[in-house]
């Protein structure tokens, strides 16, 4: 049983800086961080595969966001740049039994309980 909590949301201006982290207990493997605005679907943001080498971001978030996890502390973080009003969401932290990172919402089989990330203009 792989359990996961997400912290570090909150209020920023348009052009700050947040940094989520997601403590992991039990085994994980590839791991990746998915966003949730009002009324949208659940949409990936970025993906770290289980040694934290390989990575994979959202067309929308690259050169901003930067994932990485820290093995030895069971952790992951995505250190989110350059925040804009369009990154507003609940930000959710999520892993597989995949050793590649992976995209596909279907393909996550834990969840975090999510940390809402608020960006004003």
């Known amino acids: 049983q792989v359990q996961l909590v997400e912290s570090g949301g909150g209020l920023v201006q348009a052009g700050g800086s947040l940094r989520l982290s997601c403590a992991a207990s039990?085994?994980?493997?590839?791991m990746g961080w998915f966003r949730q605005a009002p009324g949208k679907e659940r949409e990936f943001v970025a993906a770290i595969n289980r040694s934290g080498a390989g990575t994979i971001y959202a067309d929308s978030v690259k050169g901003r966001f930067t994932i990485s996890r820290d093995n030895a502390k069971s952790t992951m973080d995505l250190q989110m740049n350059s925040l804009e009003p369009e990154d507003t969401a609940v930000y959710y932290c999520?892993?597989?039994?995949?050793?590649?990172?992976?995209?596909?919402?279907?393909?996550?089989?834990?969840w975090g309980q999510g940390t809402q990330v608020t960006v004003s203009s």
């Open positions: 039990g085994r994980t493997f590839s």
């Open positions: 999520a892993a597989t039994r995949s050793l590649a990172a992976v995209v596909t919402i279907r393909s996550y089989d834990y």
